[in-house]
């Protein structure tokens, strides 16, 4: 359904940091990078998740957040580590959410310009 996703950052260099973070922690890499913005993805020149340097930036309003997909329940773990390392602040410690399922592990976190991000995986061990 969705081919990438961009976010406005007011300041590229700390979100850099903090997706390298977090997105490493998933297994995703930057892709590609310039002055204006940082690309995250699996393939060089491929981005899923976009930065973009927008001065006036503000995050969307409650409600909002966007989920990515950890491969492991470890990775969810090392995806809020990580990133509260780097600027981010916590929103959900790593855990078992069982009002969204019996096998729902997630991890909430907010990044430095306040979007709401998730990681999760939906599986039995």
């Known amino acids: 359904m969705l081919h990438h996703i961009s976010f406005g950052v007011r300041d ?3 979100a850099g940091a ?3 973070a977090a997105m490493g922690a998933l297994g995703f ?3 590609f990078e310039d002055d204006d913005a940082i690309g995250y ?3 060089d020149d491929k981005d899923l998740l976009c930065l973009k340097l927008r001065p006036e930036a503000v995050a969307p ?3 909002f957040h966007m989920a990515f997909t950890a491969p492991t329940r470890a990775a969810v773990d090392a995806f809020h580590a990580a990133a509260l390392r780097v600027g981010g602040s916590d929103n ?3 855990g078992l959410r069982p009002d969204y399922g019996d096998h729902y592990y997630a991890a ?4 430095p310009d306040g979007h709401h991000i ?4 939906n599986k039995s061990l």
């Open 61 to 63: 309003g409650a409600g």
């Open 118 to 121: 998730e990681a999760v995986i």
């Open 41 to 43: 993805g699996l393939e």
């Open 92 to 94: 959900g410690a790593p």
């Open 108 to 111: 909430f976190l907010v990044d």
């Open 29 to 31: 890499r930057r892709v």
């Open 18 to 20: 903090f997706y390298d």
């Open 12 to 14: 590229l260099a700390l």
